[in-house]
């Protein structure tokens, strides 16, 4: 595959990836279903270590003082998973190497979101000052690189359909 036909692949499956996300009844459905996901397993999470935490929607907080933050269409890191996913859609593998790449892939971004979450909770808390700073700059950039980085660590691992065929030369 040449690579302006990755390109394409990659900017179409972007595109309609994010243009289905911009529908209404596909946040309402789907979008905060997951983001509310998100926020009770990052509170099963503290509580298993001991902190005490409640959830109201996409809202987590600490029982104890109310601070809280709320997780919102941008922080759940559906849009870095849809870029993913289609890099991975669009890259020359084969259908089983696909499938395990983008489960594989979008599972770590999301653990990576999950500790980026309770991380943002705990700045909230502990130092309110530095918290925009770490929610717009650090963590953003961080969940972008991490997802550039998995992609490229998925693309040296998977076989290209052209090299699974038997080789034609005999030398």
């Known amino acids: 595959m040449n690579s302006a036909r990755f390109v394409i692949a990659f900017l179409v499956l972007a595109l309609a990836g994010i243009g289905i996300l911009q529908v209404s009844w596909v946040d309402e459905y789907l979008v905060t279903p997951f983001t509310e996901l998100l926020v009770r397993i990052c509170a099963a999470l503290i509580s298993i270590f001991g902190g005490e935490v409640q959830t109201n929607g996409t809202v987590l907080s600490f029982r104890s003082s109310g601070v809280g933050v709320s997780v919102e269409n941008g922080c759940n890191a559906i849009e870095v998973c849809t870029l993913l996913a289609a890099a991975v859609l669009a890259w020359p593998a084969p ?23 309770i991380s943002l909770l705990f700045i909230l808390r502990s130092a309110p000052s530095v918290f925009e700073f770490f929610h717009l700059y650090v963590w953003e950039v961080m969940i972008l690189l991490e997802a550039v980085v998995i992609f490229f660590v998925w693309i040296g691992r998977v076989q290209s359909p052209a090299s699974s065929e038997p080789s034609a030369d005999l030398r």
Request: overall charge positive; some cysteine; glycine content about 8%.
């Open 95 to 117: 259908i089983k190497q696909k499938l395990f790449g983008l489960l594989a892939c979008v599972g770590l971004v999301q653990t990576v979101n999950l500790l980026r979450i």
